[in-house]
């Protein structure tokens, strides 16, 4: 099974613990969790874990960016990566408290120049046929034309991809009018796009809208509360299995992606992956670090988890 994962702002992500973390005083820690990052990064980490043969994909520049490049490779992950000279790629601090609440730094990131997006635009249009399904994933890089996650959804489907997006704001407006086939975003995400609070309602009325372009299926997150999706056969909820003790909750969501679309190219039923989706979360919530799951943890977690059909 292979599966691209698009993450346009790629980062080098650094997690800490830090039991006493207190605004406006000197921490000294050991033990920094350093690594190539971006939600698509994590969702990439946890489908190796699954079994999946994920390739990312994306922008570097710079120091960092070279850092990023030679390390993905440390990780087995296949790149296909555009460099560009304008500034360098972000750096990500994620500091997690004994409680495991995360206090998150993270930088924006540089601009890309026109001539990288056309570049990594023609690699994606060469090499997406080679890959079941397609997930764009984490936030816009500065730069980024009008128009261009449109274009990429176009070429990702043309190709043939199941292609999912986990963003937010005028980009994932771009995918929904392009005929996305899977959305997961959270609860604050939909809020946001759809300008309603979050019910089985109004979820209900979001997807109706944009299942004429094409859209097969939307789900939300909601932290430790019960996740919704809908899709062309119904409307589910899931509620996760209580966890006793949070490591940190950072890329939870992105394991719930790699979760459900290893489940879809395992051809399983959808509620079955909505369990194994929300398995890889909690298994990720156990964890320092975005996307480290264990497999086995995850998958005796979905067992656990209640679905509902409504």
């Not at 994620?94 to 995360?102: E, F, I, K, M």
């Not at 080679?130 to 730069?143: D, H, L, Y």
């Not at 176009?154 to 963003?167: E, H, I, M, Q």
């Not at 879809?264 to 919530?285: H, I, P, R, V, Y």
Request: proline share 5%; charged share 20%; with cysteine.
């Amino acid at each position: 099974m292979k599966a691209l994962l698009v993450n346009f702002n790629l980062a080098i992500d650094k997690t800490v613990k830090v039991p006493l973390f207190r605004p406006g005083r000197i921490h000294r820690f050991a033990g920094t969790i350093t690594h190539p990052g971006g939600k698509g990064v994590n969702v990439a980490r946890a489908l190796k874990e699954l079994g999946c043969r994920p390739v990312i994909a994306g922008f570097i520049s710079g120091y960092n960016g070279r850092w990023i490049k030679d390390n993905l490779p440390l990780e087995h992950f296949p790149s296909l990566l555009v460099r560009h000279a304008a500034g360098e790629s972000r750096i990500c601090y994620s500091v997690v408290n004994s409680s495991g609440v995360s206090t998150d730094f993270n930088e924006e990131g540089p601009a890309v120049p026109p001539a990288a997006q056309a570049l990594l635009l023609r690699k994606l249009v060469k090499k997406a046929g080679a890959f079941q399904v397609a997930a764009v994933c984490g936030r816009m890089s500065m730069g980024l034309k009008t128009g261009f996650y449109a274009h990429l959804t176009r070429v990702l489907k043309k190709a043939g991809c199941f292609t999912a997006f986990d963003t937010s704001g005028a980009p994932l407006l771009e995918g929904l009018r392009a005929g996305v086939d899977l959305v997961k975003i959270n609860k604050s995400e939909f809020e946001e796009i759809s300008e309603g609070t979050l019910s089985r309602r109004n979820i209900l009325l979001f997807f109706k809208k944009y299942s004429p372009f094409g859209l097969k299926a939307l789900i939300v997150t909601n932290g430790p509360r019960a996740t919704l999706a809908v899709s062309q056969f119904g409307l589910w909820e899931a509620r996760p299995v209580p966890i006793r003790r949070v490591e940190s909750p950072v890329g939870a969501g992105d394991s719930f992606m790699a979760g459900f679309l290893y489940g879809f190219m395992k051809g399983l039923f959808f509620e079955t992956n909505l369990k194994l989706a929300s398995g890889c979360a909690a298994s990720d919530c156990l964890t320092l670090g975005a996307g480290r799951i264990f497999r086995k943890e995850a998958e005796a977690f979905a067992a656990k988890v209640q679905v509902t059909e409504f």
